[in-house]
């Protein structure tokens, strides 16, 4: 994908690293893989699993977009949860049909990691370093069955770009309060806040 060209100026950037060791990323970078991912993967696997990859990818992109407006309306939120339908679908036909065909094992890197977690919990053993499979388990954890949520809570409390996360919770003896986060805090270590309220 390093080869893939730009979209623009300001767009795409040109992958300066190895895209498949998922290393020193930013959210914009996954954005980027969502995006030029397709023309990438476009004829690598047979014809039934590769059109099993594009509606996957098509929908992942369809839903990251629309988890993305800043501004939702009904209809947009009625779409939204029609795409994390489609998207849920894509995922389970993509586990169920495509996924067995191919054996896929762990990174040489993982393998490497877990002989050496291995060796620190015991060292008088000495672990298998050949690279065991790996099955596709998205589909069985609880990030992927809460993005269902996401259209209902945008419901809710609006999109993620309305709110940061910085609530800082203060203790005093005394009582608990819940403040902002001011600029003095910023620039002091928590602990002293806290021994000054």
Not at 27 to 53: H, K, N
Not at 116 to 123: E, I, L, S
Request: charged share 25%; hydrophobic share 35%; with cysteine.
């Amino acid at each position: 994908m390093r080869r893939m060209p730009t979209f623009g100026r300001d767009r795409i950037r040109r992958f300066w690293h190895d895209v498949s060791s998922r290393k020193r990323l930013a959210a914009r970078d996954y954005e980027a893989f969502l995006i030029t991912i397709m023309p990438a993967y476009e004829g690598l696997l047979d014809l039934p699993d590769d059109q099993t990859v594009a509606d996957l990818l098509f929908e992942l992109a369809n839903w990251h977009a629309l988890a993305k407006l800043r501004l939702h309306t009904e209809v947009t939120l009625d779409i939204f949860r029609i795409t994390t339908k489609h998207m849920y679908e894509a995922i389970r036909t993509f586990a169920q049909q495509t996924c067995p065909r191919y054996q896929t094992k762990e990174l040489p890197s993982e393998a490497t990691a877990r002989v050496r977690r291995a060796k620190t919990m015991n060292a008088h053993t000495q672990p298998s370093s050949t690279r065991k499979p790996i099955a596709f388990n998205v589909h069985n954890t609880y990030k992927f069955h809460s993005l269902g949520d996401y259209p209902d809570y945008i419901e809710r409390s609006g999109p993620a770009d309305n709110y940061n996360t910085q609530v800082v919770s203060t203790v005093s003896p005394t009582s608990i309060s819940i403040t902002t986060p001011s600029p003095p805090f910023l620039l002091r270590e928590r602990s002293s806040v806290i021994s000054n309220s």
